[in-house]
C-alpha cells in the first residue's frame, strides 16, 4: 500500500518577507489540513504507528504525520490539533540542541525558534506521540566526513536513547541529504528506517533507510493539500 508522509516544520504564523516561510504552516491552517483528514476517514499515525501498514499487516487509510527539527511551536500548536482528531505523529530532534534552537538556520534568516527541552519532549511523548533522530547538529551529511557522518547519525540515536530511556528507531537526514553510504550507516546504527525530503508516498519494496515524503507548505490550499496526499 503506498502511504503519504507528510513533512511539516513550523507550525506557527510569520511575519511577511521572512526567509523560507513556506516552512511556517498556520496553526488554523494545521487544523484544517487534519479536520479533512479525519472527515475523509484517513488516519494520521507517527511512523511507529504506521509500521504495521507499511509492511501490510494492517490495511486501512492512513497518512504519517512528521515534523522535523523537534520545535516548540509544534508541541504548543500542533499537539492540541492532533489530540482533537486522535491523530499521532513523529518529530525528529536535533540531539544536540534539545531545550536550545535553530542554530543551524540563522546563517540563512530564518528567525530564532525554540527546541523542546527534555521535559516538552516527554509532554510530547506523553501524548501518544514518537520521538525520532535528526543527527547531533542539523549537519548536511553529504558535506560532512564519513567518520564525522557516522558520529552525527549514531550520537543522536545514543543521545536520546540516553536522555528518554527508550528506543529511538527512527531517523530523518537534515536537508534530506545523503549518499547510499550514509543509508548504510543509519542502518549500522540501529535504526529501523529513514526518512528523506524525495518526493512521492512511499511504497512496499521503497528502500526503508530512503523513504520518500510530501512536504506541506504555508500556502497550500485545502484542495492541494488533499491532492498531495492522494496523488502525489
Ligand atoms: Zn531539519
Known sequence: ????ILVYHHIASVEDHTPFRSLFVH???????MKWL???GYKGLS????????TGKQTGKVVVITFDDGFVNVLENAAPVLAEYGFT????FVAGQIGGGNVWDRSIGIP?????SKSQMREWMSLGHEVGAHTLDHVNLNETSDEEAFRQISGSKISLENLLGL?????CYPYGANKPIHREMVRKAGFRNAVTTVPGRSKPGDDPFG??????????????????????
Not at 511512523?47 to 507499511?54: G, K, V
Open 1 to 4: 500500500m503506498a502511504l503519504p
Open 27 to 33: 496553526p488554523k491552517r494545521f487544523k484544517d489540513q
Open 38 to 40: 479525519k472527515r475523509l
Open 47 to 54: 511512523m511507529r504507528d504506521a509500521i504495521p501498514y507499511m
Open 89 to 92: 505523529a513523529t518529530n525528529y
Open 112 to 116: 530564532n525558534t525554540a527546541c523542546m
Open 167 to 171: 528506543e529511538v528507531p527512527h531517523f
Open 211 to 232: 523513504l520518500p515524503r510530501i512536504y506541506i507548505r504555508r500556502n497550500h490550499s485545502i484542495p492541494e493539500f488533499l491532492y498531495r496526499v492522494k496523488y502525489r
